[in-house]
């Protein structure tokens, strides 16, 4: 990862990933959820940086590298096609016990997110 002058690798994982979320449609609250905070945290992506940048920690970077991680195999799947990929997150998988990728991101379970990644990975090797 090539960092911008003057930010961290937690920094500059954090912006990605958020900047990344937010092409993949969640809403703020979901946003929020993703990283461990109440919805209401999330009332704008401003606002969820900040408080993650305060308060630093190694579950919010491990989120932000899972998130990165499933956009990107996202991104091998569908390429530019954002509204399919959308559509893909929130549909019910038989391989995630009936939810979608969508819920598994927005619980901020890491095992779940580790699950989605799992199973992408068999799509995109």
Known sequence: MILRK?????EE????ALNMIEDLGL???????LFGFPED?????????????????????????LVIDIKV???GIFGEQAEEMRRWLSIK????????VKSLM???DIAK?????????LATG
């Open 113 to 121: 997110l580790q699950q989605a990644i799992r199973i992408l990975s």
């Open 27 to 33: 809403t703020s609250g979901e946003r929020a959820k």
């Open 106 to 108: 927005v619980s901020g």
């Open 41 to 65: 945290v999330g009332d704008n992506a401003e606002n969820l940086r900040q408080k993650l940048k305060i308060r630093p920690s190694r579950d919010a970077e491990t989120r932000a590298l």
């Open 6 to 10: 003057g930010k961290s690798a937690y």
């Open 73 to 75: 195999r996202l991104n």
């Open 93 to 100: 998988h038989r391989q995630f016990d009936h939810e979608s």
């Open 13 to 16: 994982s954090i912006d990605i």
